[in-house]
């Protein structure tokens, strides 16, 4: 099995379920002043004995520097902490998400095409996130908003007990949907949720576990494998595609809606290049935010070819 292959999927795979009901259960009998200082230390020993995570996250800040231009970004001991403490401080956000204690009150939304009233529309569209900043809070939108139903693709087998998480914790109007191979039955299941006026969540910066297509594109100047499945979606859907990212900004939370196609089309043979195209445009929009919060991109894995080949 190759590194790439072992990334995400060993520790991911295993890991966020079990750490989603840890910290579910924990929220409930400690509350989140006192469950933080045990996720504090639990991020703090990842740190420290994670030495592919810290030689993944350094070479994310040392492209960032280099690609910006900016020196103040490049890597240090103090920064890649930092980094990791972001991903300690978005954990305990999820939290709240998941309890319903972050309201739309507290979430700037950033919406100049003024999507946010496309969600009561008849036919749902889609949404394409990135792990940075944090994803969970467009439950914001499906719960406290608009009502409307949010299925997020994920790669997961683990997706109903995730449901059924979600469930207990009063998510009534966001679904995860496993999608590890685009057959028949999701593709229809896909188009009867469009139909219904649901819309569909996905994020575009990770390649899925099982043998998923990807496509090389150009991000924070080195290339990089990026999924082809939300373009390809997209366009097998026939539905228009829209960015969301949310950083955290000054303690607040900022949504960030941005129409991105309003249709991906191709002819059979220009398949292949459309979609590379609409993934570098995705890569150029994901480094864009990456500079507004350099902290908050949580890949801990060997994102760029380089990197894997000098962490191997």
Not at 21 to 40: I, N, Q
Not at 201 to 213: F, K, S, T, W
Not at 281 to 304: D, E, K, T
């Amino acid at each position: 099995m190759s590194t790439r292959e072992q990334h995400w999927a060993d520790h991911q795979e295993r890991g966020s379920f079990w750490l989603m009901k840890f910290t579910a259960l924990a929220v409930r009998l400690l509350g989140r002043r006192l469950l933080a200082p045990l996720l504090y230390a639990i991020v703090l020993y990842f740190f420290l004995f994670g030495r592919r995570a810290r030689h993944s996250i350094r070479a994310y800040q040392q492209h960032l520097a280099s690609w910006s231009g900016r020196p103040e970004l490049r890597p240090n001991q103090r920064r890649v902490f930092a980094q990791f403490m972001a991903f300690a401080d978005a954990l305990l956000d999820k939290l709240d998400v998941w309890n319903g204690k972050l309201p739309l009150e507290q979430i700037e939304i950033v919406d100049p095409a003024n999507l946010r009233a496309q969600l009561r529309g008849e036919r749902g569209q889609m949404l394409v996130g990135a792990h940075l900043g944090n994803l969970e809070v467009c439950r914001a939108l499906a719960e406290l908003g608009e009502k409307v139903t949010m299925n997020v693709l994920v790669h997961t087998r683990h997706a109903e007990q995730f449901n059924r998480l979600l469930g207990e914790s009063g998510a009534s109007h966001l679904r995860l949907i496993q999608v590890s191979e685009l057959d028949p039955a999701i593709m229809l299941q896909l188009s009867q949720r469009l139909e219904r006026g649901e819309w569909l969540a996905i994020a575009g910066d990770r390649v899925p576990l099982h043998g998923g297509r990807s496509v090389q594109a150009d991000f924070l100047g080195q290339p990089a494998a990026f999924p082809q499945g939300p373009w390809l979606l997209a366009g097998l859907l026939k539905c228009p595609i829209n960015l969301m990212f949310c950083l955290k900004r000054e303690g607040r939370y900022q949504v960030t809606l941005e129409p991105f196609a309003e249709a991906i089309e191709w002819r059979r043979s220009q398949r292949e290049q459309v979609i590379a195209e609409h993934a570098a445009r995705y890569a150029a929009r994901l480094g864009h935010y990456c500079l507004q919060a350099p902290y908050q991109w949580f890949n801990f894995y060997p994102f760029w070819k380089t990197d894997d080949d000098a962490s191997a």
